[in-house]
C-alpha cells in the first residue's frame, strides 16, 4: 500500500515537471464547464487511457510502442477537430453535420448540454498523448516495473501515478477555472476567449506533431523535482542485484558453495524454444545452468561456445542448460527473430524468451551474460556474470553434478569452438560500448551534438580516440539512429581487434553498405559480414562484425557508408 501512495505522490509531482505542459492547453479548455459531467470525466479518462498504454508499453514491448504511435495521430487528429470547433462554432456545425452523435458532441457548440461521454472521450484523447510523455518519475515506476516482473501491480503503480497527477491537474483547474469565469464575466468577451482557447488547442496539436514537445521539453530544467524522485526510487522496488559469487576453496581443493536460495519459479518465461515449457518440479534432481543473454550482445556472443561446450559435455550426466533471452533492444523481443539467432548460433539446448523480466527481476540480475547454477535441489549455489573464469564455472557443474551422485567420469574439460564474433576478445581493448541512440550516447562529436527524435544533417568532424559522427540525414531515437537518404555514414575513431556494430533495417529490405579503415578498404582486416573491398549487406537485426584486424592494435578511424536509406544502427562493441 505504501508503494501506491508513493506512486501516487510521485504523480502529484508531475505539475511540477515540463512534460506535463503539452497537456495543459487541453485540460484548460474545459475551465468554466460543470466539473463533475466535464472535468472529473475528462480526467478520469485520461487517467485510464495512460495507464492502460503505459502498462502495454512495459509488458509488451515494441509492438505495443507501434499501437501507442499509431492512437498518438489518432488522437491529435481528435484534438486538431476539437480546437477547430472552439474557433469556427458555424464550420464544426457543417463539419459534424453527417457525423455519429459523438462527433457532434465534440464540437462543443453554444448551449448544448454538457455530456459526460464527450468529455471521456476527450480524456482518452489526452492520455494518448501525455503517455509518451511523461517524465522522469515516470521511468522509475517503469524501472521498479520491470525488475519485479510486469503483473497486475505494474498496472496499480501506473494508476496510482496517473491519478495523481490528473489530481493536480484538478486542483490547477479548480483554481484557474475560477480566474477564468472572472474574466469572461468582467471582459464580456466569452467568444473570443473560448477562440483563444481554441488556437492554444491547435497549437499544442502542431507542437505534438513535430515532436516539440519532447524535444523542447527535455531541455527545460526539472531539477525541482530531481531531488523528490530520487527519493521514490529505492521506494518503487529499485533494488540491488545479487552479488556475483566468490569462488572459493577448501583444504580438500573443493569449491565453497553455499545455498543462494531457491530458483525463482519459470512462470511468465516463454515461448520456449528446442524444448517444451519446464518447471521447477521436472528439474528436481538435475543440474541446471540459468544463461541470462541476448542475441545482439557481443559479451553473450563470446559466452556462447562454452555453454554449448558444457551442454554437449554434461547434459547426458543431468545437466540440463536453459538459455533466458532478455532482450536489451525492442527487435530482440520478436520471438521470430531469437528464433532464427537460436539456428544461426546452432544452439541446441532449450531456450526461452524473458520479455517481462519475470525470471531477471526475481534474481535481481542486471547483466548479459550471466550465469546461476544450480543443484539437484533446485537451489542456487553459485553465479557469475560476464565473460571469463570459464574454468571455475566448468569446476561448479562438475562439482555439483558429483553432489548429485552422476560425477562425469571423463577427466577432461569442455573443448569450446568459437568463430567470427563468438572468438575471444584480443585483449587490447582500448574502447568501451557505444550507444548510437540518445538516451545513453556518449563522446558524439558532430557539430552541433544529436538532435533528439527529428531529422537533422550531420556532418564530420575531427576524432579523437573514442569519438564518433553521422554524415548525411538522420534521425536519432532513445534506442538507435535510423537514416533517411542514401549515403548516410557513421564514423569511430577505435582502438581494438574487433569492431561489431548491432544494424537492422527499417523497411525488412536489405541495405548494402560500404565499410573502409583509415580511409581505405579493410583488405585483411575485414570482418566475417564484410568482403575485403569493405561491401556488405544488412539483412536482418543483429550484430555484424565489420572488422578484425590480423596485424598490430592500434587506433584507427572506421567509416561505415550506407548506399541505401533505411538502415537503423544501434550500438558499437569491440573485441
Partial sequence: MLIVLLAYFGG???????????VLPFVFARAGRSFMRSTLPMLAGMAATFAIVATLAAVGGGWAVRANAVGRWAALALLAVFGIALIFPHLSDRMTRQLVALGSRLTEREGQKESVWSSAVLGVATGLLW?????????????????????????????????????????????????????????GASERIRQLLGVLVLAGVAAIAFGLDTRVLS??????????????????????????SQARTDAMGQLVLPSQGALPSLDGLGPWFNSPPLDLKQLRGKVVLIDFWTYSCINCLRSIPHVKAWWEKYRGDGLVVIGVHAPEFAFEREPANVAQAIKDLGITYPVALDNQYSLWGALKNSYWPAHYFVDAQGRIRYNHHGEGEYDVSERVIRQLLAEAGHAPKDMALAEASAFGAQAAASGQVGSPETYVGYARADRFASPGGLQRDAAKAYASAPLKLNDWVLGGQWLDSKQSARSLSAGGSISFRFHARDLHLVLGSTSGKPVSFKVTLDGAAPGQDAGVDAAADGTGMVKEQRLYQLIRQKGAVRDRTFTITFLDPGVEAFAFTFG
Fill in 131 to 187: 503517455a509518451p510523455c511523461a517524465g522522469p518519475i515516470l521511468g522509475l515506476i517503469f524501472t521498479g516495473a520491470a525488475l519485479q516482473g510486469a503483473s497486475f501491480n505494474t498496472t496499480l503503480l501506473l494508476l496510482a501515478y496517473a491519478l495523481g497527477a490528473a489530481t493536480s491537474l484538478a486542483l490547477a483547474l479548480l483554481i484557474g477555472g475560477k480566474v477564468f469565469t472572472r474574466m469572461k464575466k468582467s471582459l
Fill in 219 to 244: 531541455k527545460l530544467s526539472s531539477a525541482q523535482t530531481a531531488g523528490l524522485e530520487s527519493s521514490l526510487a529505492g521506494k518503487l522496488g529499485v533494488t540491488r542485484a545479487m552479488d556475483e
Fill in 12 to 22: 502529484i509531482l508531475t505539475i511540477l515537471s515540463p512534460c506535463i505542459l503539452p
